[in-house]
């Protein structure tokens, strides 16, 4: 009986180191089909293997060559940030125009002055006005509790658009006396306000030489 057992084991080993054997020559076994499962499962990343991979396939095809890479995706991001902040500006310059209206409408301030322009123009101030800028300067650098509002506007001639641009200008430009006149930059805020808020008839060459200004509001 032992014998039979014996020899019955000796059979089924052999069968199996046969099976094994064929399998493996034959290129299906086990092995292979889970390695083959584990490359098919493992997650994709780009590198050297894809990229080489996709240059095989487009050489067949005579295609150019393109490869997305996680590099690709981070170079798109200082771009929308840089739009997220241009909204973020345009939100500032609304809030320091609409404050710069809401001052100047309560009387709240210590001193208003308008400085005026030539059409189209940003850069020149005569001496008369040049002395208004220095006055302002002089007294915030004494007390540099002091802020100014510097707003800009234009006429309403030409592209709404552009003179919105130009009463930037404007302003800016004169924001630009102050700091070099001594004027903190913590101390200035500026605003761009194109044909909006006119003081005077659009109708007119006196009432638009009158809206192309810049208005300088001092206050505590």
């Not at 064929?22 to 299906?28: A, K, L």
Request: overall charge negative; hydrophobic content about 40%.
């Amino acid at each position: 009986m032992k014998t039979l057992l014996i020899i019955s084991s000796i059979i089924l080993i052999s069968f199996q180191i046969d099976r094994l054997l064929t399998n493996y020559f034959s290129g299906s076994s086990n092995e292979t089909t889970l390695f083959d499962n584990a490359y098919r499962l493992s997650p994709v990343t780009p590198n050297s293997t894809t990229r080489y991979a996709v240059e095989a396939q487009a050489s067949k095809k005579n295609e150019p060559v393109v490869v997305s890479t996680y590099e690709e995706e981070v170079e798109i991001q200082p771009e929308v940030k840089t739009v997220q902040l241009a909204a973020v500006s345009l939100t500032r310059n609304q809030k320091n125009s609409l404050f710069h209206q809401s001052v100047k409408e309560s009387g709240n301030f210590i001193m208003l002055s308008s400085l005026h322009f030539n059409f189209n123009q940003f850069e020149k101030i005569d001496t008369e006005e040049f002395n208004t800028i220095m006055d302002f300067a002089d007294l915030l650098i004494f007390n540099d509790s002091l802020k100014v509002s510097i707003a800009g506007f234009t006429d309403n001639s030409g592209d709404p658009a552009y003179n919105s641009y130009l009463s930037h200008l404007r302003a800016q430009n004169v924001r630009d006396y102050l700091i070099d006149l001594g004027v903190k930059d913590q101390q200035i805020i500026v605003s761009a306000n194109g044909i909006s808020n006119p003081i005077a008839s659009n109708g007119t060459r006196e009432g638009r030489a009158a809206n192309r200004r810049v208005e300088m509001l001092l206050m505590k």
